[in-house]
């Protein structure tokens, strides 16, 4: 049967805008023809709704009724002292600190060193001097509609390189900033390559200025290569608070022996979707892949993995922990893949959600699909409510109710972000969940 | 209409539980009244006259229809509407008999029922249409054993099973399916598209379904359990063994609309061979479902390299006093438990069938006890040749 298929407005506005769009967007003729394959594809799959699998729970189609014009580029850079006070404590640990300002690099705002070991750069410049078009393309871009928009449109993002058998200091904070009043789209893709047998950590924050507008769409796209015996920490905080559709995704390519830890936070925006794809390609890899989400009020928090273990004797494990409030809908899908061939696999997921209000959702979807014996995989999932119990011994202690709630749920969160290795960056999150809880929970308390 | 010794023949030469041919026969103190339904028509009941001074009906669905429409038209088609699905509706559309229990109220089904489905004809697709009632306060055990012999083609088994309990009703239903699953190229065998669900209607009622799935080339099967009534209770026990080429994708939907409802869900996979058993189930709180409780546990077993076992859950929390939790595991036989039986004087086969009968424990024990030893050998049988 055939049917014709509508486009809803959206769609046709993601469609058609990139005729004018085409000569701002960076990048050579190569370039341009990633980018207009991706618009094809973008076109056949249209925004993902109920009815594809992968996107179940999450109805983008319904939930992005209309597609917001690019960031004009014209909003006026803040200070650096307003850079630092948004980062709150991501600021508090010494990092080289790379920044996009509507998705535009920022060089004054940026405190880049270029020694040799490490390479930032801006995506917009590369794509301008050699053209390497590669940058662009993305696997999985025929069909996840929204890694072909990011293809389609990205316009900056940081490149970071660093060179083999060298181990960073200090992290690479790249921080995105929202700062246009108006309601815009940013898109951006960022590239992190690191040599073999080297250390570094680079963090992610998406944070605004107090003057952005509350509605936005941002679409960021991590390509990460970790090679032979390399050791990545990867964090990403988004804190966009704001009621903007905020969609990312990092797709994870893991050399031999090499070593991948993850760490997603997620709070205050009214929705995002963070699917982490991890491909092992080499042997004796390990993976960790952790993180908390919290969501009020009617926000959405979508968490999507998918681990292909395509090669023999890797190690996955993955621990997300969610806490729910008011309206909040939370998302958790993980896919672990065991190949054929992939034997002495070991594999480990768990997610966990507390619901702290009556209307509160929690869907999950842990998924295992194993092809190959000699493996050991497990997964769990759970959903409850703060155990009444354990606040009344807290508050049989003397404690106060509000303060007995987020000491509580902090606990719960703490086990996911003990998961960070490095101990400044720990800390932040930390204090970063602390913050939101305790506040959530005072707020809850008075009303 | 047949006798019943030559309806019994091919129960003997299968995996109905022969040994309990007596019992059957009601030679013994344990009585199981028997529906025999061929190639969808039921040639034989058993025992009706000591179950109507019960007031237990079981008759096959078209003597039901027959004499006691009021009850076939009030129950039929209210928990599997007719545009259910796919194979619903051709079921829905084409069947022709089946098997009717009606338990009235405060009645406690004085003997295990069971129907023993064939399919014997070739080229033909099998479409009954079982419906089980329990009134208030009644209890009932149901059986359902499933043969057919060896065929090139595939055939079609689509079956609708529809269970109801009313309020303090509870209805146990076992399952042993040994369809026919296809030679060692996988050419022939059943396909098994079959809709199962029970609607808990009233306070306080319990639907437990247990299965042992050895047959069928493709089985797409999950028996559901719809927790309407206030304090009801679902249950799923799952054994599906897969060999040879068999494709298996089972499981369970386990629906809390009630207040305090609470489910289990505990499914053992065994994949052997070149087959694929997947476990796919879903787990709902609606809205004002407060108090729902489940617990779900599906382990998978892998014998052999070229063989799959997928888990796919569907987890749907909906109010934050529901509290769920789901596990799950994939693994092989370690190689030091074999060492360990071989060691003691098994041989490779009967180390793994003692390992996968230990590993399957949990729901052999659900099953009646007219069904459990049969079944362990049956699982024994499906996994022959898989090791070595």
């Not at chain 1, 083999?164 to 992190?192: F, K, S």
Request: net charge negative; glycine share 8%; with cysteine.
């Amino acid at each position: 049967m055939n049917v014709a298929i509508m486009k809803t407005k959206a769609e046709q506005a993601l469609s058609e805008a990139f005729a004018s769009r085409a000569g701002e967007l960076p990048g050579g003729e190569a370039a341009a023809k990633v980018r207009l394959e991706a618009l094809g594809h973008f076109g056949a799959l249209g925004l993902p709704h109920r009815r594809v699998e992968e996107w179940k729970y999450t109805d983008l189609r319904n939930a992005m009724k209309e597609a917001l014009p690019p960031a004009s580029g014209k909003a006026s850079l803040p200070s650096n002292a307003e850079v630092i006070s948004v980062l709150g404590p991501l600021a508090t640990f010494a990092a080289h600190r790379v920044v996009f300002v509507d998705g535009k690099f920022a060089p004054d705002l940026s405190d880049l060193v270029a020694d040799g070991a490490v390479t930032v750069s801006s995506l917009a410049t590369v794509l301008a001097s050699d053209g390497d078009a590669e940058l662009l393309a993305a696997a999985g871009s025929e069909s996840n509609a929204v890694v072909a928009l990011n293809s389609a449109y990205a316009t900056d993002g940081a490149v970071i390189d660093i060179a083999a058998e060298v181990t960073l200091d200090r992290p690479v904070l790249v921080v995105h900033l929202r700062a246009d009043g108006n309601a815009v789209t940013t898109t951006v893709r960022n590239i992190v390559r690191i040599g073999e047998a080297s250390e570094a950590t680079v963090v992610e924050a998406f944070v605004k200025l107090p003057g952005a507008a509350t509605d936005y769409r941002c679409n960021t796209l991590t390509k990460v290569a970790v090679g032979k015996g390399a050791k990545l920490s990867h964090v990403k905080a988004t804190l966009e608070a704001g009621a903007g559709i905020h969609l990312a995704n990092w797709l994870v390519d893991l050399d031999a022996k090499a070593n991948y830890r993850a760490f997603h936070l997620t709070a205050g925006t009214g929705l995002a979707r963070n699917e982490l794809v991890i491909t092992f390609a080499g042997e004796e890899s390990e993976i960790d892949l952790s993180g908390i989400f919290i969501a009020r009020h009617g926000e959405h928090v979508d968490t999507t993995l998918v681990v292909d273990h395509a090669v023999p004797r890797c190690i996955s494990r993955e621990l997300f922990k969610g806490v729910l409030d008011d309206h909040a809908r939370g998302v958790f899908q993980g896919k672990v893949i065991v190949r054929q061939d992939a034997q002495k696999t070991d594999g480990k997921q768990m997610a966990q959600v507390l619901m702290l209000s009556p209307d509160c959702e929690f869907d999950s979807k842990p998924e295992l699909e194993i092809y190959a014996d000699d493996v050991v995989c497990g997964h769990g999932s759970t959903s409850a409510d703060l155990d009444e119990d354990l606040v009344f011994y807290c508050r049989s202690r003397g404690i106060p109710l509000a303060q007995a709630r987020a000491l509580l749920i902090e606990s719960f969160v703490g086990e996911a972000i003990e998961k960070v290795e490095r101990e400044d960056v720990r800390d932040a999150l930390a204090d970063i969940a602390r913050e939101w809880l305790h506040r959530a929970a005072a707020e809850k308390v008075a009303a | 209409m047949k006798s019943i010794p030559s309806c019994w023949q091919p129960m003997q030469s299968l995996a109905f539980p022969c040994s309990e041919q007596e019992v059957l026969a009601g030679v013994q103190g344990a009585k199981v009244a028997v529906d025999a339904v061929f190639d969808s028509v039921s040639v034989v009941t058993t025992f009706k006259e000591e179950l109507a001074k019960a007031g237990v009906i079981f008759c096959s669905i078209s003597e039901a229809v027959r004499e006691h429409p009021e009850l076939v038209q009030k129950y039929l088609g209210s928990v599997v509407p007719q545009a259910d699905n796919f194979y619903a509706a051709l079921n829905s559309a084409v069947f022709t008999d089946g098997s009717f229990v009606y338990v009235p109220e405060g009645v406690r089904c004085p003997m295990e029922l069971s129907t023993y489905f064939r399919i014997n004809e070739k080229q033909t697709g099998q479409f009954e249409r079982t419906l089980i009632i329990a009134d208030k306060g009644a209890y009932v055990s149901y059986l359902e054993g499933c043969t057919a012999p060896m065929r090139d083609e595939h055939q079609l088994h689509a079956a609708v099973v529809e269970l109801i309990a009313l309020d303090d009703a509870e209805i146990k239903y076992s399952t042993v399916q040994n369809w026919y699953p296809g030679d060692k190229q996988g050419k022939g065998g059943i396909y098994n598209f079959v809709t199962k669900r029970g609607d808990c209607r009233g306070r306080n009622s319990k639907i437990s379904w247990t299965q042992v799935e050895t047959g069928s080339a493709i089985t797409w099967k999950y028996p559901s359990c719809i927790l309407r009534g206030d304090n009801s209770c679902g249950e799923f026990y799952s054994i599906a063994v897969s060999n040879g080429w068999q494709q298996v994708d089972s499981g369970t939907k386990m629906i809390h609309l009630g207040k305090n409802t609470t489910s289990r869900i505990i499914s053992k996979g065994i994949a052997a061979g070149f087959s694929q058993n997947t476990y796919r189930g879903l787990v709902s709180a609606h809205r004002k479902a407060t108090g729902a409780r489940n617990f779900t546990n599906c382990d998978s077993l892998l014998i052999g390299d070229r063989c799959g076992a997928h888990t796919v859950p569907y987890i749907e929390a909906k109010n934050s006093t529901a509290h769920f939790e789901h596990e799950a595991t994939t693994s092989k036989i370690s190689d030091d438990t074999l060492f360990y039986c071989r060691q003691r004087g098994l041989s490779e086969e009967e180390a793994v069938a003692l390992v996968v009968n230990g590993f399957v424990r949990d729901v052999l024990q659900k099953l009646p006890m007219e069904f459990m030893a049969e079944t362990q050998k049956l699982i024994g049988i499906s996994l022959e040749g898989s090791v070595g």
